[in-house]
């Protein structure tokens, strides 16, 4: 069974630009989480989605933050224009149920912005 | 607020010898408890977690943590560190219930062995 995958693993873009990560989860799984981690800081929430649902964006940071997870498979989270502090890892995780189950996470997406 | 602490940022030890890393969390209730690990070029891996029962909990490649209500700890321990054990851990906890979903994460403690 394929783990969780991301797209790209490194991506360096210039400030105002536009940068899509992709998250392909388990197959099954019907709950899929973004993470983000700054560099020194905790890893940090950002969304929930249920299926194609968004059950918590509680974390996104603003509206340059957009996520989309259409058929409720793959998700995409795009962000524009991207602006320095957004450089960290960008992690997706999967679960087949809620908190209950074990949630698994791709290797992340290092997002630098200069 | 909801938080979790790591007070360690970085921890040093000898090959064979035993570990402990700290954990402490701010939450209205138990939450589920989890320990997870990230090996440089990986994801994250969970270690183990705690959901209710036993206060002892064990997970895989040989650690154990225990659950301490009276101090909000979830502290994870090995008897005898392997090199390969160097890696960043991260404690998190996540909601019961209707909430659960989200992890919160402690600000990760890296570990290195040495020879």
């Known amino acids: 069974e394929a783990g969780v995958t991301q797209f790209p693993s490194h991506s360096v873009i210039e400030k105002g630009q536009t940068v899509t990560l992709r998250c392909d989860p388990i197959?099954?799984?019907?709950?899929l989480y973004w993470y983000r981690r700054v560099m020194g800081k905790e890893i940090k929430f950002l969304l929930h989605f249920v299926k194609e649902s968004k059950q918590d964006e509680s974390g996104m940071p603003n509206n340059r933050f957009l996520a989309e997870r259409t058929g409720g498979t793959y998700s995409t989270l795009k962000v524009q224009p991207a602006e320095l502090e957004d450089s960290g890892v960008y992690f997706c995780?999967?679960?087949?149920?809620?908190?209950?189950?074990?949630?698994?996470f791709g290797q992340g997406t290092r997002l630098t912005v200069v | 607020a909801q938080s979790v602490t790591q007070p360690d940022i970085h921890i040093t030890v000898s090959e064979g010898a035993s570990l402990e890393l700290r954990c402490n969390y701010s939450?209205?209730?138990?939450?589920?408890l989890f320990w997870y690990v990230q090996s440089p070029g990986q994801g994250l891996q969970l270690l183990l977690k705690?959901?209710?029962?036993?206060?002892l909990v064990q997970g895989i490649k040989g650690f154990e943590a225990e659950f301490k209500r009276s101090q909000s700890s979830f502290n994870l321990r090995k008897p005898s560190v392997h090199w390969s054990d160097a890696a960043e851990y991260f404690c998190a906890v996540g909601a019961r219930g209707n909430q659960g979903g989200k992890l919160i994460f402690g600000q990760g403690t890296e570990l290195s062995v040495k020879p």
């Open positions: 197959s099954g799984h019907d709950n």
């Open positions: 939450y209205g209730a138990t939450p589920y």
């Open positions: 995780a999967s679960s087949r149920n809620r908190v209950t189950t074990e949630a698994f």
């Open positions: 705690y959901f209710s029962g036993d206060t």
